[in-house]
């Protein structure tokens, strides 16, 4: 079913044209990125299909009953209400119909009322209808909804009152309070802000089950790639769909781009052809009509523009000064928090020349305060930090708190370097694109994004062997991540460094370290090769749990030997009869699957997109449902 389509939108501010001719449709159950650079207009896009926003041409097109949940960035949630109490308020209207079920069974246990034939036939009616209707808009589960949401959101406490939350916490209430209210469509601007790796897992799994159609900007490149099936970029003020995930939108456009450049290639060489022809032809008696062919061939031809590449991109390099020494930090038991007040302890860590090592770890647990403990900005509560020799350590902090100032862009910069002329400064501000009149604007009144970048600038003039980075990737688009990101693989220094971006910490670290209020653990690789040693020592202590249970069972099956043997063989029994029933399923889904590349490969399939968008769909469920199926045959063939 259509839930929506985008028409023709046009958007000014101003004079200023942000969008043109956008065209868009979401579909039950779609998963839709939009995305873009800083300043594209995805966020404007989003506030228009939400009724937040006029625009200025074109035509948005829903039905009426069709609901639209919408999340801005950083939305807390205001309220003098405790968490409980506010997420309560969604279901406003089962709690009544709760109430009105109870005052029908108070007049239902009243003996009077068997008197009255038929006041309680008609009691009874009412009650009935009631009670199914509760029934199917979730009554009896609603506050199960509740507890899960906010356990999923890393809310253990729901009797705290909103008001003492941070802003933080308060965008992720209100992000939980609009996906308990599961509109048709749901619109979330960047909503993986302020979520933990563990949060974000939890939100990946909630919104690939969710029933309606989901919309979503997000510079979160692994959260993409997890969740959403369409992709829709925002560029020059126009828009492209792309069928598939965040990695497989990259591809397309790659590819796309190198088609169009050949052929346009192709037809300038043959344009450059005809024009020579006719040069050397049309003058000669013999040649001429061939010649004049040629130039009605070329009038009549529909030049193509030359392919647009990406628009122009940040470009920077991280040097160094000087080298370090072989072991840049030694941190051994050590405390850190605030104002005596212990967050973690425990924590040892060894960095080495060149390495790069992650922080992760939930939201709260001291990964920022202890690098800021390392920088010294704050002190060790206990425990000892040793520094390497010929240290110099450049320091990226993720409120950039440093940039604040009333002054303009070019004088942050070269106040800090003045031995250096205006024409350096404006160079190295130009590659972080501040270009023209941008270097004069006041920084306190810079976006987040531009904030982000001018620290970056900052941190690079620095040329220091040691970067301690506290969420570098923050406020940056998608293209400047993966700047920064291979600005940092080329390195030669050490980082230290905390994201939540698991993508940046997959290309970037070769360590991870993880905090818990316990201590720290450490893992030579990157954020994938962290999972699964995490999943081994999982498997491993429900193997010790389960060794331990048997032990017990052994012991209780010497006093009932028969029993157990013949339950066992009833579990034996039970185990091939599922083997049997997922190979059969998993022959039926590899034959599904098969058939669908078939129907692709037809010519009246993929140039109707539309049933190549249903087909993938039905391709990608299959696939689904077949590497769970092998995972569960895999487990029982053992």
């Not at 969740?227 to 939108?249: A, D, H, L, P």
């Not at 193509?304 to 628009?311: A, I, K, T, W």
């Not at 090592?357 to 709260?364: D, K, T, W």
């Not at 689904?624 to 895999?634: N, R, T, V």
Request: aromatic share 8%; proline share 2%; glycine share 6%.
């Amino acid at each position: 079913m259509i839930l929506l389509q985008v028409n023709q939108l046009q958007k000014y501010y101003g004079a200023d044209l942000i969008l043109s001719n956008i065209k868009l449709e979401l579909q039950t159950r779609d998963r839709v990125a939009l995305v873009g650079r800083n300043g594209a207009g995805k966020s404007t896009l989003l506030k228009i299909i939400a009724g937040h926003l006029s625009h200025d041409g074109g035509e948005i097109i829903k039905p009426k009953d069709v609901t639209i949940g919408y999340l801005a960035q950083n939305t807390g949630l205001e309220s003098n209400l405790s968490i409980w109490e506010e997420m309560l308020t969604v279901f406003e209207e089962l709690r009544q119909m709760e109430k009105s079920l109870r005052k029908l069974e108070e007049q239902m246990a009243d003996p009077r009322i068997f008197e009255d034939s038929s006041r309680y036939e008609r009691i009874l009616k009412e009650y009935d209808g009631l009670q199914v209707k509760f029934k199917e808009q979730g009554g009896y589960q609603f506050e199960a909804d509740i507890r899960s949401v906010l356990h999923g959101l890393n809310f253990h406490d729901s009797n705290v009152m909103i008001a003492s939350l941070s802003g933080g916490q308060k965008t992720r209430l209100a992000l939980g309070k609009l996906l308990l209210t599961k509109p048709d469509i749901l619109i979330l601007d960047e909503p993986t802000n302020h979520l933990d790796i563990d949060t974000l897992s939890w939100l990946e799994q909630y919104l690939q089950g969710y029933e309606g159609a989901i919309l979503i900007v997000s510079h979160d490149r692994y959260f993409l790639d997890k969740v959403v099936t369409q992709v829709y970029e925002v560029s020059r003020k126009q828009i492209q769909r792309f069928t598939g995930n965040y990695s497989s939108y990259l591809d397309q456009k790659a590819a796309n781009y190198e088609r169009d450049m050949r052929l346009y290639e192709k037809q300038q060489q043959e344009i450059a052809n005809l024009q020579d022809f006719i040069q050397r032809n049309l003058a000669r008696a013999s040649t001429t009509k061939r010649a004049q062919s040629r130039r009605k061939k070329l009038e009549k031809m529909e030049v193509m523009d030359r392919p647009l590449g990406d628009e122009k991109s940040a470009s920077f390099s991280f040097e160094i000064e000087r080298q370090s020494g072989n072991d840049v930090l030694m941190v051994d038991s050590l405390a850190v928090g605030y104002e005596g007040a212990v967050i973690s302890e425990g924590i040892s860590l060894r960095a080495f020349k060149g390495e790069s090592i992650a922080l992760v770890g939930p939201n709260g647990i001291g990964k920022s305060t202890l690098l800021k403990t390392i920088i010294k900005k704050l002190p060790a509560l206990s425990g000892t930090i040793h520094y390497g020799t010929n240290l110099s350590i450049g320091y990226y902090d993720q409120e950039q708190a440093e940039l604040k100032s009333n002054k303009r862009v070019l004088n942050e910069l070269w106040d800090d370097y003045p031995l250096k002329n205006e024409k350096e400064i404006r160079t190295v501000l130009g590659n972080f694109l501040f270009s023209g009149d941008d270097v004069l604007k006041t920084v306190s009144t810079l976006s987040g994004g531009e904030k982000a970048r001018l620290a970056l600038a900052k941190l690079m003039l620095e040329k220091a062997n040691v970067l301690i980075l506290d969420e570098p990737t923050n406020h940056l688009d998608l293209d400047s991540k993966e700047i920064l990101e291979n600005a940092l693989i080329d390195y030669p220094g050490t980082i230290l460094f905390v994201s939540h971006d698991r993508y940046f910490i997959n290309r970037i670290a070769t360590k991870v370290l993880e905090l818990s209020r316990e201590g720290s653990c450490e893992y030579l690789g990157d954020y994938d090769y962290y999972l699964e040693k995490k999943l081994e020592q999982e498997e491993l202590a429900a193997l010790a749990l389960a060794d331990s249970v048997k032990k017990v069972q052994v012991d209780t099956s010497e006093k009932n030997s028969y029993q157990q043997d013949k339950e066992s063989k009833k579990l034996e029994r039970q185990r091939k009869r599922k083997l049997e029933e997922i190979e059969l399923r998993i022959a039926e889904l590899e034959e599904d699957i098969q058939d669908c590349e078939v129907l692709l490969c037809e010519p009246d399939i993929f140039q109707n997109h539309e049933k190549v968008l249903e087909i993938n769909i039905k391709s990608e469920k299959a696939k689904a449902e077949l590497e769970q199926l092998m995972e569960e045959w895999a487990e029982l063939a053992e």
